[in-house]
């Protein structure tokens, strides 16, 4: 009898584990076409199967290559610090339509990857003739690896720019799971509770109004 509360008991603890590990607490979809600001040669551009019937580009037919120029940045609120991974929803036609460059500040720098060519924000694009998830990663010169960035609680700011003209992009899935397996991810358009604006922190908040106070 107690050897079979003692296994219950193990099996119990195993199985709130699991749960635990692979229950996460943030998600947030973004259309890239409400990207903050908007840099031509990208354009917001129609097509049925996008999601909002909208997605960005530098526009280009296939295989003709060119680029580094254009992008789209979006203000992103970070409610809670932790390590966040980034999908985007994507088309990519060909080799030569199918990169970008993303930083996300203040986790990255302030840099112009369009100038520097710093492979450590050239995100290789999965290829496809077909809306589909890629989660973004930084195609280095010895490998292609998936990005996660650790940020504080606050404003960020994610910039993805051209660099092959023609890559498109429908939607900015944002997630606190760093599993790779779109599966067990589960990116998704958004959802209208995804246009909430998430509540400053209490103590910022009196923490600026304190400063605010003694500046006077
Ligand atoms: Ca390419
Ligand atoms: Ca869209």
Known sequence: MRFTTLVLGILFTFGLLLISGT??????????????????????????????GQFVWAEGPPLTGGGDAGSVEFIIPIPEAGTYALWGK??????????????????DPDENAQETGNTQFR???????????????????????????????????????????????????????????????????PIPSDSLVPVEPQDKLATTWGKLKAAR
Do not use: C, K
Request: charged share 30%; proline share 3%; aromatic share 12%.
């Open 90 to 107: 994507v088309l990519a036609w060909d080799g030569n339509s199918d990169s970008f460059w993303v930083t996300w500040q203040p986790a």
């Open 123 to 189: 995100w290789g694009v999965g290829q496809g003739a077909e809306w589909h998830w890629d989660r973004i990663n930084h195609w280095l010169d010895g490998g292609t690896f998936e990005r996660e960035w650790e940020l504080e609680a606050g404003e960020t700011t994610l910039r993805i720019a051209v660099r092959e003209d023609a890559t498109m992009l429908d939607v900015i899935f944002i997630t606190d799971n760093l599993s790779e397996d779109e599966a067990e991810v589960g990116p998704r358009d």
């Open 23 to 52: 229950s996460y607490g943030y998600e947030r979809a973004i259309e890239a076409e409400e990207a903050d600001v908007i840099e031509e040669p990208m354009i917001i551009d129609d097509d049925p199967d996008a999601s909002g």
